[in-house]
Every structure is written in structure tokens, then in C-alpha cells.
């Protein structure tokens, strides 16, 4: 990707994450008190949403060298962008750990699906944050006037 189309890309995708993000916000501040059944299967529904666009937004980035343009333009962001590759590892660890108890909750669970519940409040903080930063680096980096002849 090119340094404009690289730019442009991350702001819309951070728009979708955030939008989605609010998507599942909506549905987890009140946990039903009757039945459930439907409630957790539109929990599954928004979860798998949410973490496959969060999958294939970070395999989109890591294709041709993670943040490369980054790195071409400020070499001295280099440790940066590296701690935030990382990060992709982690929210893959957390997202994987994240599907399989929401996949394993149950209509009669009580603290199981506050406690769930709780833990995707704070893995979309992390992945919001996570894209906070590296739209930031991205926009300040490639779309800054760097002082060039003309």
C-alpha cells in the first residue's frame, strides 16, 4: 500500500472497528434477566463480527511489512512500530481466548456472563487504543509536510 492509500485506509478502518465496537457495547450494558438464549446468540453474532474484522485489519497491515512506510519515512520509529506489531500477537492471544468463553457460555450462567461481559468491554478498549496508536503514528508520520523542496 501506498503512503496516501495507507493513510486513508487505517482512518476507515478505525471508523468500522469503532463503529462495531459500539455495536457490541449496545448489546452487552444489559444483560437480560429472562431468557437469554437469543441474547447470547446476538452476542456470538456481534463477538465474531467484531474479531474477524479485527483479524483481517491486522493481517491487512502485517502483508507487506508492518507499518513499512512508517519506518521508511522515521527510521527512529522503528521500536515503536515493533511494540505495536507485538500487540497484534496479544490481541490475537486475547481474541482467541475471549471466542472460546463466549462460545462456552451457557443462559443460566450469572457471574460467567458479567465477568464475559466485563472482559469485552476491556479487550475493545485494547484494540481501540491499539488503533489509536498506530493511526496516529500513521498520520503524523506520512501525511506530515516534512519541509522538502518543491
Known amino acids: 500500500m501506498d503512503r496516501n492509500t ?3 485506509w487505517m482512518k476507515s478502518e478505525s471508523l468500522k472497528v469503532h463503529d462495531l465496537a459500539n455495536q457490541m457495547r449496545e448489546h452487552i ?13 446476538e452476542l456470538c453474532k ?10 483481517r485489519m491486522m493481517s491487512i497491515e502485517e502483508e507487506d511489512g508492518y507499518l513499512l512506510p ?9 521500536k515503536q512500530v515493533e511494540m505495536l ?6 490481541l ?3 481474541t482467541d481466548d475471549l471466542s472460546k468463553r463466549v462460545k462456552s457460555l451457557k443462559a443460566d450462567h450469572n ?9 469485552l468491554q476491556i479487550y ?14 500513521v498520520l503524523y508520520t506520512l501525511t506530515q509536510d516534512i519541509g522538502g523542496k518543491d
Open 29 to 41: 450494558i444489559t444483560i437480560p434477566t429472562g431468557s437469554r438464549t437469543a441474547w447470547l446468540e
Open 92 to 94: 490475537r492471544e486475547l
Open 111 to 119: 457471574l460467567l456472563l458479567r465477568d464475559t461481559c466485563t472482559r
Open 70 to 78: 512508517v519506518v521508511e519515512v522515521r527510521p527512529s520509529l522503528s
Open 124 to 137: 475493545m478498549g485494547h484494540v481501540q487504543r491499539h488503533e489509536e496508536h498506530e493511526n496516529h503514528m
Open 6 to 8: 495507507l493513510a486513508e
Open 46 to 55: 456481534r463477538f465474531d463480527h467484531f474479531t474477524a474484522h479485527v483479524r
Open 85 to 90: 506489531r507485538r500487540e497484534h500477537d496479544e
